[in-house]
């Protein structure tokens, strides 16, 4: 390779480029660089990197750039496997939307009580981020409306197949809009999980990083 992937290089809108350049990120990891440019088509994404590779700002990029601050409606909705996963991509994203206006983000785990949450799905959120039981349990009371969803990100979904919430899974995938855009991110990819995301996926680009940068 020859040049570095620099962000600035990117199409994308001038106030996600300032809060990227503002984290202090220049140049694109490798997953970011081979994966950024295909969310940016609106393509559906299976990409495999390991821990640690700036996988979070790759989907954060292509959700927000496609993310109307304008239209208050949840339009990007992140799963994780685990509270902590959950809080972490909250907080990358936050920053990534740092300067770009008004954007509410909410994070919805179990373990804290739901009327809190149900309040706060009733303000409204842009992107919600959360665990798959907990939001599963949100959509069987009508509490999250996610028809209008534009894109759907599956973060570490080796892991949440190995947690066993592959069912939970197939159940919040199911009342998200059609139209989405589908992402899967994942540190591996076995078969089960190639099987598994089949039915979730439309012509997925595959994109598949052996080293960190
Ligand atoms: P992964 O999800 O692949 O495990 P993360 O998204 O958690 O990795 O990112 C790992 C770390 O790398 C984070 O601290 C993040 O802030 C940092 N990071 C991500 N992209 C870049 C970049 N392009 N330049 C510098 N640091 C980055
Ligand atoms: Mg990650």
Redesign the pocket.
């Known amino acids: 390779m020859s040049n570095p992937a620099l962000f600035s290089n990117l199409p994308i809108n001038p106030s996600l480029l300032e809060s990227v350049t503002s984290l202090?990120?220049l140049?694109?990891?490798a997953i970011?660089a081979e994966s950024i440019p295909v969310m940016l088509e609106h393509k559906d994404l299976i990409a495999q990197?390991k821990?640690?590779?700036?996988?979070?700002?790759a989907f954060g990029i292509g959700i927000l750039n496609k993310l109307n601050p304008a239209y208050f409606a949840t339009q990007a909705l992140v799963i994780c496997p685990t509270r902590e996963l959950a809080d972490?991509v909250s907080n990358?994203l936050r920053r990534l939307a740092r300067a770009i206006p008004n954007i509410k983000i909410l994070t919805l785990c179990g373990g804290t009580p739901m009327r809190p949450q149900i309040a706060s799905l009733e303000h409204g959120a842009h992107i919600v981020v959360g665990t798959p039981g907990r939001l599963l349990d949100h959509i069987g009371r009508s509490s999250i409306r996610l028809s209008t969803i534009q894109t759907l990100v599956l973060d570490e979904a080796d892991r949440m197949v190995d947690m066993g919430f592959y069912d939970d899974i197939v159940g919040i995938v199911a009342a998200c809009s059609p139209r989405r855009q589908t992402l899967l991110f994942s540190a591996t990819y076995p078969d089960d999980i190639r099987q598994a995301s089949q039915g979730f996926l439309r012509d997925p680009v595959e994109i598949k990083v052996e080293s960190q940068h």
Do not use: V
């Open positions: 202090g990120y140049e694109m990891t970011q990197a821990t640690g590779s700036g996988k979070t700002a972490q990358e």
